[in-house]
């Protein structure tokens, strides 16, 4: 009879438990609809399912003794376990969601727009947004002159993802290997895109697939066919939100302007953007804002010219109303970067990272303006906000936080950082170099040893770089080592482009900073050299401080290593105040105090062969009038192939093919220089028969004189 009664008890307790989850799934759907509906943070759905779940225990204890228990009888075995139960559910949650946002998936956010207004916007927290990697989609058209396509793909789409604050996306190249994809995805992300595209009949075949990040498996793909390649990117980027969690409601929060109405119409102009040609892409679509942007923002990075800087720049600002809002933002930030207006584009930035933390390029932005004004406290600050904001850091935050810490000597930290990323990537030997350079840093040589023979064991390509690194650790290790930095410190100006390098020590930390570009940590590898390290580049940096005859440090050879192709050799040559002073004078067209300058600038430094150009400058310019030297411009100006010569304000500039617009100073009738390239000059030579020949000179620095190129390609006439 007991067995009986008990029997009915468990069955009455099963249906009511099954009743309880049916009732609790239909619930938690319900609550998920609602969230999606009205932006409210997913965690709560998580949070609701480990409450149902846990509370199991407990209620099937009163289910089964509920008559008991409803007349408050309470055995002690549940005077325990009631209570307990409730506790562990509380410790669970709080240490599961006791840091994630459980309130709004959006925020509100105020800026200034490019007109001066105040507006605000509504946008997705970036812990709610979807980090995706997109890979280059495989070529399987026969039609070669189609095949730069598939490189393009990923980019159009990111372009195109970026509108939509409610993802992430990020660009990570040619890697075709499916561990490879796996091992540089995991990390920060659920998903990953590649696919396949082809081309016939002059019809655009293209299939995004997604993986799952943490086996590679496939989830999904559509393939989508059309006349029309832009419109399948934009057909493409609706489906792969579809897929990963961007519902339709969400999508709606954000305009998604079509992707040719704010890059190109021309397949054309698309190519040549695509390699980098951006001359030729907006001579073939002069409204192409975004080919005018990035050639202004690669100019600025290397410093090739200002002049050529401000003027794509400016197009681009003529140019941005067809640009989605947050890109005509980053022409906004960029033309003050170009006219060096670092107040106005700092304030610009930060609120601009407040509606889009993950834009790498903002960031970039922020982190070079902190380089420029030496704040390196804040740099570090804000980099490690950006790592430990996002639940699933992005690889870019992860590498720029190690940056930060390097530059503040933090190497302890980046020791603990690398051990992690390796804990978590097992596989990946792509890891172990990150560690490498701390370890040096920090005094660790025998372990730097030790992690530098294992790294060389899964790189041996990297031999330039590999080699590099374990000379620094043997010269570090033996009784020749000077850990005196200051031999190297000062500014030194290369001898191709407007570049300047400064060399200096922040609270006994080497570091160097690039105009225009983001501050760096330098290591020592013997008495005159230092080398900087870029793993996740497969690149480095070898850079040899070369002395005068009096002893003294006047130039630097750096080469530039790849794992990819052979090394490329730079020159610098050291500055100070009476250069720059001589430099100054020369561009306010202070000719008689800047020969002054320049001679005995000269007298002090024999070996900057560019002094002495500038001086032969001025003694020309104060032989020759303006009317003169205007018919002089005018005789030379024209068209030598992919040379063009051109006066514009009374000056004389020169443009080689898609290069930077530099401005030419005669030195005689015929040979001009620049300061914007100390190492190449021009000259003119006037024919019998009217025409007119160009050429250049290089100056070889090994053995420092001027060489005429012997290239048959150099000596080139005027087109008529």
């Known amino acids: 009879m007991e067995e009986k009664k008990a029997s009915k008890k468990w069955l009455k307790t099963i249906q009511i438990l099954a009743a309880y ?31 149902f779940i846990g509370i199991i225990p407990s209620l099937i204890i009163y289910l089964y003794n509920q008559d008991r228990i409803n007349k408050r009888v309470l055995k002690l075995r549940e005077k325990i376990i009631f209570p307990l139960n409730v506790l562990l559910i509380m410790v669970v ?67 195109d993802l970026e509108q939509d604050k409610n993802i992430t996306p990020a660009t ?18 659920d998903y990953y895109v590649d696919g396949e595209f082809d081309y016939s009949d002059s019809i655009y075949s293209i299939t995004p697939i997604i993986h799952n990040s943490k086996n590679g498996k496939e989830l999904n793909r559509q393939t989508f066919t059309g006349p029309d390649f832009f419109d399948l990117i934009d057909e493409i980027s609706i489906y ?113 990272l ?35 904001e996002q639940l699933i850091p992005d690889a870019y935050s992860v590498m720029q936080y190690r940056q930060a810490l390097l530059v503040n000597g933090k190497y302890e930290k980046v020791i603990d950082l690398v051990n992690k990323y390796q804990s978590l990537l097992p596989n990946n030997n792509s890891v172990s170099p990150f560690k490498t350079e701390a370890l040096i840093l920090n005094g660790d040589l025998e372990k730097a040893r030790k992690n530098h023979n294992k790294t060389m064991l899964f790189h041996p390509d990297d031999g330039y770089i590999n080699d590099l690194i374990e000379e620094s650790i043997n010269y570090q290790m033996s009784d020749a ?13 290369s001898a191709r482009a407007e570049q300047v390098v400064d060399y200096f020590e922040d609270d006994n930390i080497f570091l160097s900073y690039s105009s225009n570009q983001i501050i760096d940590y330098a290591n020592m590898i013997s008495e005159n050299k230092i080398i900087f390290t870029y793993p996740e580049n497969s690149f480095s940096i070898g850079q040899e401080f070369q002395k005068n005859t009096e002893g003294e440090v006047y130039r630097i050879k750096s080469i530039q290593y ?72 005018q005789a030379i100006s024209g068209t030598y192939g992919a040379r063009k010569f051109w006066v514009e304000d009374n000056k004389l500039f020169y443009k080689l093919g898609i290069n930077y617009k530099k401005e030419l100073l005669p030195i005689s009738k015929n040979r001009y220089i620049t300061l914007s390239s100390y190492w190449s000059n021009c000259e003119f030579e006037f024919l019998d028969d009217n025409s007119i020949a160009s050429f250049t000179w290089e100056y070889d620095h090994e053995n420092m004189k001027w060489k005429k190129l012997d290239d048959a390609n150099n000596y080139i006439l005027r087109d008529e």
Do not use: C
């Open 481 to 493: 080592y000077n850990a005196d930095h200051s031999r190297f410190f000062g500014e030194f100006r």
């Open 562 to 633: 790849y794992s990819y192709k052979n090394p490329e050799t730079f020159w610098f040559y050291k500055e100070n105040d009476r250069i720059k002073k001589a430099d100054s004078l020369l561009k306010a067209s202070n000719y008689t105090d800047a020969e002054v300058a320049y001679t005995e600038a000269i007298s002090k430094h024999p070996d900057h062969f560019y002094l002495k150009d500038a001086l032969a400058h001025i003694k020309y310019m104060k032989t020759i009038d303006a009317e003169a030297l205007s018919k002089q411009y």
């Open 354 to 388: 407040e509606i889009d933390p993950n834009d790498i390029v903002y960031s970039n932005l922020l982190y070079t303006i902190y380089s420029e004004t030496r704040n390196f406290d804040e740099y570090l600050e804000v980099t490690k906000a950006r790592y430990n």
């Open 172 to 189: 990570l190249g040619s890697i075709e290997n499916i561990t490879d994809k796996v091992n540089q995805a995991n990390a920060f992300s």
């Open 240 to 352: 792969v939100r579809d897929n990963v969690g961007i519902v339709q409601e969400m999508r709606d929060q954000y305009i998604d302007m079509d992707i040719k109405d704010f890059t190109t119409t021309s397949l054309d102009a698309l190519k040549e953007y695509h390699f980098g040609r951006h001359d030729i892409a907006t001579e073939i679509d002069p409204t192409f804002a975004l080919a005018y942007y990035f050639k202004s923002v690669r100019g600025t990075y290397y410093s090739q010219g200002q002049l050529e800087e401000q003027y794509q720049i400016d197009r681009a600002y003529e140019n941005r109303r067809k640009l989605p809002l947050q890109l005509q933002l980053k022409v906004l930030i960029q033309r003050h970067i170009a006219y060096n207006h670092w107040k106005e584009a700092e304030e610009l930035v930060k609120l601009q």
């Open 93 to 159: 949650t709080y240490f599961g969601f006791g840091n994630s946002d459980l309130g709004a998936t959006t925020k509100e956010i105020s800026y200034t727009d490019n007109s001066g207004e105040l507006q605000t916007q509504m946008i997705t927290k970036e812990e709610f947004r979807v980090n995706l990697p997109i890979f280059n989609f495989e070529g399987k058209t026969q039609d070669g002159s189609k095949m730069w396509m598939n490189r393009v793909i990923n980019n159009l789409l990111l372009l």
């Open 21 to 51: 989850l049916v009732a609790a799934w239909t619930f938690l759907q319900f609550v998920d609809w609602a969230l999606n509906r009205y932006s409210i943070s997913p965690y709560w759905v998580d949070l609701l399912l480990w409450v």
